[in-house]
Nanobody, 112 residues
Framework: VQLQASGGGLVQPGGSLRLSCAAS??????TAWYRQAPGKQREWVAR???????DYTDSVKGRFTISRDIRKNEVYLQMNSLKPEDTAIYYC?????????WGQGTQVTVSS
């Protein structure tokens, strides 16, 4: 299984970005986005289950939306109203059975 994350970049505060995660495999129990800011531990951001249920960490609720395209086997993270504290490397994650898979990160920088 390979997960390919893309869509990061530099954006001003209040701006938007859309991250994409393309998966080479199927049958995942859930797919999620995590992020890691400089000097901090990696933290969970959002998750979408096989059944389509979604959940978010409190700091992004109302600003970020996780979605998926089953036909394309891709998961997205729409990020609106970005703040400097959202600056981090964002990673996609997928769980299938007892196995957890990680993609490479994509850098998101929120700065004026």
């Amino acid at each position: 299984v390979q997960l390919q994350a893309s869509g990061g970049g530099l954006v001003q505060p209040g701006g938007s970005l859309r991250l994409s995660c393309a998966a080479s495999g199927r049958g995942f129990k859930s797919t999620a986005w995590y992020r890691q800011a400089p000097g901090k531990q990696r933290e969970w951001v959002a998750r979408i289950t096989a059944g389509g249920d979604t959940d978010y960490t409190d700091s992004v609720k109302g600003r970020f939306t996780i979605s998926r395209d089953i036909r394309k086997n891709e998961v997205y993270l729409q990020m609106n109203s970005l703040k400097p504290e959202d600056t981090a490397i964002y990673y996609c994650n997928a769980v299938r059975g007892s196995a957890t898979f990680w993609g490479q990160g994509t850098q998101v920088t929120v700065s004026s």
